[in-house]
Nanobody, 123 residues
Framework: QVHLVESGGGMVQAGGSLRLSCAPS????????MGWFRQAPGKEREFVAT????????LYADSVKGRFIISRDSAKNTVYLQMNSLKPEDTATYYC????????????????WGQGTQVTVSS
C-alpha cells in the first residue's frame, strides 16, 4: 500500500508562488507515474499536471500551462508542483496521485491518492 502525503499549501496573494510537495510512505514510487489534481468547493476534481515515471514526459491542463511546473526528484522520492503567477481561480484543494500504469490526465488512471493540501489565492 502506498500512502501519499502532500505539503506546501497555504495562502498567497494573486501573482505569488507556492511549491507543493508529495512524498509517499511505505515504498518508493520511482516506477509510478505521478499526477496533481485539484478540487474547488462545489466543483469536480480536475486534472492539473502529470509526469512520467522517468520524468521525461509531462502534461499540463491548459489553465495552468506556462505557470505551473511538475517535477520529480527520485533521490528524494518526492514530486513537486511549482505554482507561479497564481490566480484566485487556482484556489482549491490539491491532490497528489500515483499510477502503476503510466501518467494520465484522467482520475481513473490513478491507484493511490493523498489527502490533499489547501491552496488559497486572494485577489
Amino acid at each position: 500500500q502506498v500512502h501519499l502525503v502532500e505539503s506546501g499549501g497555504g495562502m498567497v496573494q494573486a501573482g505569488g508562488s507556492l511549491r507543493l510537495s508529495c512524498a509517499p510512505s511505505g515504498r518508493t514510487f520511482s516506477r509510478y507515474g505521478m499526477g496533481w489534481f485539484r478540487q474547488a468547493p462545489g466543483k469536480e476534481r480536475e486534472f492539473v499536471a502529470t509526469i512520467s515515471w522517468s520524468g521525461s514526459s509531462t502534461l499540463y491542463a491548459d489553465s495552468v500551462k506556462g505557470r505551473f511546473i511538475i517535477s520529480r526528484d527520485s533521490a528524494k522520492n518526492t514530486v513537486y508542483l511549482q505554482m507561479n503567477s497564481l490566480k484566485p481561480e487556482d484556489t482549491a484543494t490539491y491532490y497528489c496521485a500515483a499510477s502503476r500504469r503510466g501518467s494520465f490526465s484522467r482520475l481513473s488512471g490513478y491507484d493511490y491518492w493523498g489527502q490533499g493540501t489547501q491552496v488559497t489565492v486572494s485577489s
